[in-house]
Nanobody
Framework: VQLQASGGGLVQAGGSLRVSCTAS????????IGWFRQAPGKEREFVAAIRWNSQHTRYGDSVKGRFTISRDSTKNTVYLQMNSLKSEDTAVYYC???????????????????WGQGTLVTVSS
């Protein structure tokens, strides 16, 4: 699976942005798709995940209620809609996919097999 993340950019605090993750090479059926982010000098952080088949979602505590993950099966794409952005949301956002993940481990980056190249989101205050 090849993953291509896109849609990052500069946005003011309080604004919204949507980033996308498009897969090629194979279907994302039976996969978990996760979004992680890494800010300068910080460890990679779980943001959100979606189970492709059931569309069950999970969010990190810092983004719950502000971010929404969704998928479009016709485009083999996962979206992360980010609202009410804060300066602390500034980071490189990575999408990842894995087919052997159990639900309780979907927040762990080590469980994902495939990674996109990342897209930078900068929130100005």
């Amino acid at each position: 699976v090849q993953l291509q993340a896109s849609g990052g950019g500069l946005v003011q605090a309080g604004g919204s942005l949507r980033v996308s993750c498009t897969a090629s090479g194979r279907t994302l059926r039976n996969h978990f798709i996760g979004w992680f982010r890494q800010a300068p000098g910080k460890e990679r952080e779980f943001v959100a995940a979606i189970r492709w088949n059931s569309q069950h979602t999970r969010y990190g505590d810092s983004v719950k209620g502000r971010f929404t993950i969704s998928r479009d099966s016709t485009k083999n794409t996962v979206y992360l809609q980010m609202n009410s952005l804060k300066s602390e949301d500034t980071a490189v956002y990575y999408c990842a996919a894995g087919s052997s993940i159990i639900t309780s481990s979907q927040t762990m980056d080590t469980q994902y097999d495939y990674w996109g190249q990342g897209t930078l989101v900068t929130v100005s205050s």
